[in-house]
């Protein structure tokens, strides 16, 4: 066998072994009493949500976007690699990203998956590339299964940044929504409808901070259990403020305190801590541009200042030595 052979043939060993050892997690994933129960109840989930997903198929027509990520969720439910607990986590985390559907977290862990697969089979084809660990199969194994997992994690921390994204951009809007809560208190209006109000207001400014306020507007409406509403929206959101902000409120109503001068005060505090984090981000930028000036600016100016007084030099020094 000739050597392109040869390394053709280890790295479909090494496919098929990443493949085997896969297979076998699931096998031990769906192996005796336990894992068959846990098989039936995610076949009974995934049956009723296929039921839902049929009657939401009647009703509107389902395009080829719809139709993957069906398809990617569907993937995701069967991959046994993540237990309950995990999928809480993710799901909560997509939750704050702005993704509240129902197969959020599916779509999510087949994106994992696949990308994680992606790059194990672009690191075996490109294996014997690699300096230091090229020439020798177990290391290029090795690092298949280094490359296998970094593939899976990586797309967990687009959706934590995304997150972190959606959070600062809220931040930054919370000052105006507290202003606009507190008029709209003024006024004589409930939380609710005050709530439905500033999300209405805040549509063009602050799109994700006007869906969580609408969304929380809607559980007041719809189920009456103001605590509750107010704490899913501290939970979706994960901002001190935010949760300083539901417990100003719930206190209010559980010992009859008036809402607007509790509201007004947060308001003042919440401007205030947003001026300092500003005044904060502007006392930084000095140092900060330190390292950019003499790495950019500084050379051009010594060129332009010292550039004819060394040509006139080197002028001379050739005179010189003619």
């Not at 995304?162 to 600062?168: L, M, P, T």
Request: charged share 20%; proline share 4%; glycine share 6%.
């Amino acid at each position: 066998m000739t050597p392109d052979n040869v390394e053709t043939l280890i790295n479909l060993l090494m496919l098929l072994a990443l493949f085997a050892v896969l297979a076998i997690w699931w096998a031990t994933k769906h192996g005796g009493r336990r894992g068959r129960i846990a098989e039936r109840a995610r076949m009974a989930a995934l049956t009723h949500r296929s039921d839902h997903a049929n009657v939401d198929d009647a009703d509107e027509d389902a395009g080829f976007r719809k139709r993957v990520l069906r398809r990617l969720a569907r993937v995701g439910d069967k991959i046994p690699l993540f237990d309950a607990k995990y999928r809480l986590k993710l799901q909560k985390e997509m939750v704050r990203s702005g993704y509240r559907s129902n197969l959020a977290v599916s779509i999510l862990l087949a994106a994992k998956f696949c990308f994680g697969l992606i790059c194990a089979a672009l690191t075996v084809m490109m294996g014997s590339h690699i300096p230091l660990i090229g020439e020798y199969p177990a290391a290029r194994g090795i690092a298949m299964l280094m490359v296998f997992v970094v593939g899976m994690i990586i797309p967990e921390y687009f959706v934590a940044f995304r997150a972190s994204r959606r959070r600062k951009k809220m931040a930054g809007c919370l000052p105006d929504a507290l202003d606009l809560l507190v008029i709209c208190t003024n006024a004589g209006n409930s939380l609710g409808v005050s709530i439905r109000r500033v999300a209405n207001e805040l549509k063009t400014i602050c799109p994700p901070l006007s869906d969580e306020f609408a969304l929380t507007a809607d559980e007041l409406k719809l189920s009456g259990d103001s605590t509750r509403a107010l704490v899913g929206l501290a939970e979706r959101i994960d901002l001190p403020s935010i949760r300083a902000l539901i417990s100003t409120l719930t206190q209010s109503m559980r010992y009859g305190t008036p809402i607007t001068q509790a509201l007004r005060t947060l308001s003042r505090t919440e401007r205030l801590a947003h001026i300092v984090s500003l005044e904060e981000k502007a006392a930084k930028l000095a140092p900060k541009m330190v390292v950019p000036m003499m790495l950019f600016i500084l050379p051009a100016i010594i060129a332009i200042a010292a550039g004819p007084a060394v040509i006139q030099l080197l002028a001379f020094v050739a005179g010189q030595s003619k």
